[in-house]
């Protein structure tokens, strides 16, 4: 008898603190549907054009169709959840020259569902993807420009989240948005980042999805396994200050979209052990941009998610064919499997920091000419915190490839593990498993 209570007590420490896995989280990547996201992607590819300029008055071209129709599924979603989504447009009106893509004045018109978090209603982790399009002209409004990959696939991966997540309820807030004006400028992201900012909202971080759906590279490679995940190194935003400590201390690659990223990568390699995250040490490719960029601008954590291999045929194209190639960003281009794994991709990740407690606060280090690194951190009055991870790596490493959880404490020696040779790390854990970011120390102690 004692025997077993013994093994029932340990088997109950060893759920609680080793628990590795979520089996919900795996029910959400079987529930996320291909079949819904190519139905989705061809509504909103016959649309005809979703450029920023084109019609909004007819319902069944141009972007003001493709945004009542976002709106209406949205909509559709909360009504079967109870009206668990709170949908509403956000607007900001641009005049003619605001940009060098701004060729009149037009609203810019982002879609926005909130799936309100129980205990956090004001702590936001956010899934975007974009509703405009465009043809090898940017400024050509009228012609067709379906934008299947690019991005009716983010738009649609972002709908198909909310329908899958809405079945769960979540501490923390989920948003799933469709931005406009990416092609015209980031207008679309940077009006909903400086409304975030003037409403206090506390974003746990934007997962921007532009391009989750093609899977044939311009070069013939054709991969259904890899997608990147873009993160800039460290937030613009930092002072002069925090610069000059980072020559001291290190952190040249631990700013919290990098620490965003790493979590993504960490999740879908326990979660979705097939696929092949590419973490990629830059805001976005090579000179171009993205809709995460101007969340990262005013000093929120953002990742682009995407393909790995893109063609260029189908970006930006007018529909044509020559010299014996296809042109245009077609329907024909979308792989609708590939873009279910990067939907649920999100999914899992949402779900997660949805469900986790906010990152610690106030987290320090210190062991500075001393055989063990230590640690100070404020202790959570969350009861959902079970106690803290310590994460630490190479300094070469990408990946935060060591860890102990250390209990419901607010401070700790990792014993004879040296300050200078490695990174470190700190994340508070939830009951279920789920952890916050990884919050890389900002203050030191001796
Ligand atoms: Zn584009």
């Known amino acids: 008898m004692l025997k077993y209570t013994f093994t029932i007590a340990f088997l109950f420490v060893l759920t609680i603190t080793t628990a590795q ?91 926005l569902a909130v799936q309100r978090g129980t ?44 329908r899958v997540l809405s079945k769960y309820k979540f501490e923390s807030s989920i948003l799933y948005v469709g931005l406009s004006g990416e092609e015209q400028g980031l207008f679309g992201g940077s009006g909903l980042a400086k409304y975030a900012k003037e409403k206090g909202w506390d974003i746990i971080g934007v997962l921007n999805n532009d391009m ?34 980072r020559r001291f201390t290190g952190g040249e690659v631990d700013g919290i979209s990098r620490q965003l990223a790493r979590y993504i990568h960490k999740q879908v390699k326990t979660y979705m052990p097939e696929m092949n995250p590419m973490m990629i040490y830059r805001l976005d490719r090579f000179g171009r941009g993205g809709h995460h960029r101007p969340f990262n601008d005013l000093g929120y954590a953002g990742i682009r998610i995407m393909e790995a291999h893109e063609n260029y045929n189908r970006q930006h194209q007018d529909i044509r064919t020559e010299n014996g190639i296809k042109y245009g960003d077609v329907i024909e281009g979308v792989n609708f499997q ?9 999914a899992i990740n949402l779900a997660s920091l949805a469900w986790a407690p906010p990152a610690p606060k106030g987290v320090a280090i210190g062991g500075i000419v001393q055989p063990s690194a230590k640690f100070k951190w404020e202790k959570s009055s969350d009861p959902n915190v079970i106690g803290y991870k310590i994460y630490w790596r190479d300094t070469t490493s990408p990946t935060w490839d060591h860890s102990r959880f ?31 970011m990884v919050v890389f120390p900002s203050q030191t102690f001796r």
């Open 119 to 162: 205990k956090y209603p004001n702590r936001y982790i956010i899934m975007s993807g974009d509703i405009d399009s465009r043809a090898s002209d940017a400024l050509n409004y009228e012609i067709d420009a379906p934008g299947a990959n690019d991005n009716a696939s983010g738009m649609a991966g972002t709908i198909e989240a909310a």
């Open 21 to 111: 896995t979520d089996q919900r989280l795996y029910d959400i990547i079987d529930a996320v549907s291909a079949d819904r996201l190519e139905s989705d992607i061809r509504t909103l590819a016959n649309f005809g054009t979703r450029n920023t300029f084109s019609d909004t008055v007819s319902n069944t071209r141009g972007i003001g169709a493709a945004r009542r129709w976002i709106k209406g599924e949205f909509d559709k979603i909360s009504a079967n959840c109870n009206n668990c989504l709170e949908v509403s447009y956000q607007k900001d009106f641009v005049k003619k020259g605001a940009g060098a893509r701004i060729v009149k004045d037009a609203w810019i018109v982002n879609v």
């Open 338 to 346: 590939y873009a279910k794994k990067l939907t649920a991709v999100n």
């Open 212 to 245: 989750i759906g093609n899977i044939e590279g311009v070069d013939g490679v054709i991969d259904n396994r890899s997608f990147r995940i873009f993160s800039e190194p460290t937030p613009p935003t930092e002072t002069e200050r925090q610069r000059r400590a």
């Open 406 to 436: 250390v209990g419901n404490v607010s401070e700790f020696v990792l014993e004879g593990i040296v300050i200078d040779n490695f990174f470190f790390g700190l994340a508070a854990v939830g009951k279920d498993g789920h952890e916050s």
